[in-house]
């Protein structure tokens, strides 16, 4: 595959040609330590962000517009085919720049002040840019569990909780959380190892619906 390939396909054909290069290229794509680790809570990408940008001139959007696992995003599974990534967040999306000639590897572009991607404070000069990743995704999550730690000791109050414990209920929220777009494509990648549990969809730190209950028991 080279880039034309990708260029000269359109809307779900082009995503579709992204997902089987992603594909084809698995082994290369591996998770690395400790992400691939049983306890460890992994975050993988979705090309997916809020802003407004659009690819023109030449800049190539891979995705054409349409929902899919971030091109720079690992897939799994962890150890012992373990579900990896235990979640999906948005991770911005990522355009590259199309050359003159095919290329066999695209360069995705850098930080840019216009998007598209995750919008984040930056030194002075930019104040804001926008950026796109994996790690972005990750610091969203983070700030999630984090959250999710002060409800399990809320919930839990009275009860002495081991560093386990207390692991094992905020990963567990945070996966009950997550869902399955069904405009999410993935093929031909199995979705265990493309998006995991599912995309972060619901955050209980924020409570749950009048028909809902949270039992917590030891």
Known sequence: MVSTDL???VGTNRRQVLLEAIDRRQSER????PAESVNAITVGATH????????????VDPADGYPSISPVTATGSGYRRSIKPD??????RAFYVDGATAQEVITLRGLSPLGPGLKVA?????????????SFAAAFVSR???????????????TSLTRRQRA???KALLVHGTAWPPDLAYDPLSPE??????????????????????RFSQ
């Open 122 to 134: 930056t030194p002075p000069g930019l104040n804001e840019t926008h950026v796109a990743g994996t």
């Open 168 to 170: 094992a209920a905020i």
């Open 193 to 214: 190892i493309a998006i995991g549990n599912g995309v972060v969809s619901r955050d209980y730190a924020d409570g749950c619906a009048s028909n809902e209950a949270v």
């Open 7 to 9: 260029t000269g396909a």
């Open 30 to 33: 591996r998770l690395l330590a």
């Open 144 to 158: 999630q569990a984090a959250r999710l730690h002060d409800v399990v000791e809320e919930v839990a109050a009275g």
């Open 48 to 59: 997916e962000d809020g802003s407004n940008a659009v690819a023109q001139g030449y800049l």
């Open 87 to 92: 979640v999906m967040a948005q991770g911005g």
